[in-house]
């Protein structure tokens, strides 16, 4: 049988072994998890007075150059952004458009562990938006003058595909390990007012 002096001495190894493996689970945690989208400029759902120079992303982790995508689409449906460059996390690209209006920008780009990630969000310029392109169906003229609205995005083009969802099983964890702690703890107490 051990004596009182040991199974307190291994509580206590146990109890440091458990806080450390805690501590460099909770440290590590963003090198297991997939690359996400950090930040966005212009913001998700942002509305600028003027249009932007550029649209940058941020991205957790370094991004590969190969495949990677940048679009922005302005409110007449054509393209506003230059050529995309990638600079380690960061994927930018010179904004053209100049129109008023809602602008969707989607992207999909991989990372270093190969995992892709993909996503799009609309921001607003100010200002007025520019009038649709004239078709020959448009040119006729017709007997009432149309007033429709810009089309709005919907809910579910304005919110990411990908990137903003956490990740709920550090929070399992750390639960766990918590609970493991505070019931060694208390068994560890409830022993040693048992022996005295």
């Not at 963003?30 to 966005?40: G, I």
């Not at 913001?43 to 150059?65: D, E, S």
């Not at 929070?171 to 766990?176: D, L």
């Amino acid at each position: 049988m051990t004596n009182p002096v040991q199974r307190t001495r291994t509580w206590a190894y146990a109890l440091v072994a458990a806080v450390a493996a805690a501590l460099l689970a909770l440290v590590a945690q963003p090198a297991w998890a997939h690359n996400s989208l950090v930040s966005a400029s212009p913001a998700k759902n942002a509305t600028v007075a003027a249009p932007p120079a550029q649209v940058m992303l941020k991205f957790l982790a370094t991004l590969k150059k190969d495949g990677a995508k940048l679009t922005v689409t302005g409110p007449d449906g054509a393209s506003a952004a230059e050529t995309p460059a990638i600079s380690g996390k960061t994927i930018s690209a010179k904004f053209t458009g100049t129109a008023g209006g809602a602008y969707k920008v989607a992207f999909e780009v991989s990372s270093e562990d190969g995992h892709l990630v993909k996503g799009e969000y609309t921001f607003t310029v100010a200002g007025q938006p520019s009038p649709a392109p004239v078709t020959e169906s448009a040119a006729a003229p017709s007997a009432a003058p149309s007033t429709a609205a810009p089309a709005s995005p919907s809910p579910a083009q304005a919110q990411p595909a990908g990137g903003e969802d956490k990740p709920w099983w550090p929070w399992i964890g750390g639960a766990a390990v918590a609970g493991l702690l505070v019931g060694g703890l208390l068994n560890l107490v409830k022993r040693r007012r048992g022996q005295a």
